[in-house]
Nanobody
Framework: QVQLVESGGGLVQAGGSLRLSCAASGRTFSNYAMGWFRQAPGKEREFVACTRWGGGSTYYADYADSVKGRFTISRDNAKNSVYLQMNSLNPEDTAVYYC?????????????????WGQGTQVTVSS
């Protein structure tokens, strides 16, 4: 079992930045692919970013086109944590952001492959 707790959400003006954190407890964190998803009111949960092990000490990151160049995912295995740095925020980024963990390494843009989820943290971007 893996428990995930997100933090760092809040209200920010357009153009601003936020850094989300996700603390994991339970099984070996470094073995899991980690993802960030978001869900706006009335919309489906959508992929934002993920980080997956690429062998040795290498981790790869993938991003949704809508956040590429603005958001950065990172992880600190020593702290059992994953982060999402969000820059140049705009009102379309407003959503509840969820951290998720997957035992597999394929299909990580789909929420269906993730095994564990956090409770979510609200991000609101005002215009």
């Amino acid at each position: 079992q893996v428990q995930l707790v997100e933090s760092g959400g809040g209200l920010v003006q357009a153009g601003g930045s936020l850094r989300l954190s996700c603390a994991a407890s339970g099984r070996t964190f470094s073995n899991y692919a980690m993802g960030w998803f978001r869900q706006a009111p009335g919309k489906e949960r959508e992929f934002v970013a993920c980080t997956r092990w690429g062998g040795g000490s290498t981790y790869y990151a993938d991003y949704a086109d809508s956040v590429k160049g603005r958001f950065t995912i990172s992880r600190d295995n020593a702290k059992n944590s994953v982060y999402l740095q969000m820059n140049s925020l705009n009102p379309e980024d407003t959503a509840v952001y969820y951290c998720a963990a997957a035992a597999g390494r394929n299909g990580l843009i789909s929420p269906k492959v993730y095994d564990y989820w956090g409770q979510g943290t609200q991000v609101t971007v005002s215009s």
